[in-house]
């Protein structure tokens, strides 16, 4: 209870500290957030009204104690834009962030597990060096190359793909259902190319580690056949490693997400907060953040305890 009490509050902390920061970063965008939604060419007193209800006629330190306050109630503001609160808003968008999210840490999972087992089986081969090089160049990549690229070559040239949206807007029932899957495949795509070279590169590491542990040599010295040492004995022990990187990489992900949604056009999250940057709607901004980051924190709050209970040596330093 102890190390799940401070990895708690560490969390909270760095919630509060993402609040915080968000914040003050919104107020910093050029413009006039009153102009974004109504008329340039309206009265000074107007002007003044309506940010008086937006509730931006306070200093800015009584704005944030405010908003604080309100979101220690669980009220996430309304929009400036919308006229509806934002809770309703960002969970419009939500599912259309786990659906892809989800899918793509799911397939960099399944691929990532069993190209690490088979580079670190394959050591100091051309295939692990193939696998290696691979990797590397897939963590360097950036996500807008990659998603434009992949949308010019398979969308725009190949037209395999739909390059935008998330699901025909005729289609219904299964039909609807295959129409999202179709439009899913460029943005999942985009998040598992840049995911996936350090899920590789981590199992390839964590396996050889364990390949060379003495345990091994004697499953290995009582008959067991190769493939059953890997995948029973040594993975097993591989996979702790894997487990955190899984946590840790869900803010990349998270962040590579946004992009994904703005270059596709896909109704998430991210998209919202692209639209929210240009119509200056800082309530949207703020929540679409709060929440982004309520999801790493809670994401690293769980890794972290799965880890403790996984490996003891955890909790006990």
């Given at each position: 209870m102890r190390f799940i009490g401070l990895r708690l509050a560490r969390g909270l902390l760095t919630l509060w500290f993402a609040v915080t920061v968000t914040f003050f970063l919104v107020r910093l965008l050029p413009g006039d957030p009153v102009l974004a939604v109504a008329d340039p060419n309206m009265t000074e007193e107007l002007r003044q009204k309506l940010l008086a209800d937006f509730g931006l006629d306070k200093p800015l330190g009584a704005q944030y104690v405010d908003y604080l306050g309100q979101l220690l109630h669980g009220n996430l503001g309304m929009s400036f834009r919308q006229s509806v609160p934002v809770t309703t808003v960002l969970m419009e968008r939500l599912p259309w962030t786990l659906i892809l999210t989800v899918s793509a840490m799911v397939v960099t999972i399944a691929l990532g597990i069993p190209l690490g087992v088979l580079a670190a089986t394959k050591a100091k081969g051309w295939l692990d060096r193939l696998i290696q090089v691979t990797g590397v160049t897939a963590q360097s990549l950036f996500v807008p190359s990659v998603g434009i690229f992949?949308?010019?070559?398979?969308?725009?040239?190949?037209?395999?793909?739909?390059?935008?949206?998330?699901?025909?807007?005729?289609?219904?029932?299964?039909?609807?259902?295959?129409?999202?899957?179709?439009?899913?495949?460029?943005?999942?795509?985009?998040?598992?190319?840049?995911?996936?070279?350090?899920?590789?590169?981590?199992?390839?590491?964590?396996?050889?580690?364990?390949?060379?542990e003495d345990y091994v040599a004697l499953a290995k010295a009582k008959g067991v056949r190769p493939g059953k040492v890997v995948w029973k004995h040594a993975l097993r022990n591989a996979l702790l490693p894997t487990t955190t990187i899984a946590g840790l990489q869900l803010g990349t992900l998270v962040g590579g997400a946004v992009l994904t949604e703005t270059i596709?056009?896909?109704?998430?999250?991210?998209?919202?907060?692209?639209?929210?940057?240009?119509?200056?709607?800082?309530?949207?901004?703020?929540?679409?953040?709060?929440?982004?980051?309520?999801?790493?924190?809670?994401?690293?709050l769980i890794t972290d305890v799965a880890y403790g209970i996984l490996d003891p040596r955890v909790r006990t330093s």
């Open positions: 992949l949308m010019y070559v398979l969308g725009v040239w190949l037209g395999w793909f739909p390059i935008g949206g998330a699901v025909d807007l005729d289609a219904t029932g299964f039909g609807a259902t295959l129409s999202m899957l179709h439009h899913l495949v460029l943005p999942c795509l985009s998040l598992v190319l840049i995911q996936l070279g350090g899920y590789v590169l981590t199992m390839r590491t964590t396996l050889i580690d364990a390949l060379g596709y056009a896909y109704p998430g999250i991210g998209r919202a907060i692209y639209e929210a940057v240009g119509q200056l709607d800082f309530p949207v901004l703020q929540g679409a953040f709060v929440l982004l980051a309520a999801a790493v924190v809670a994401a690293n």
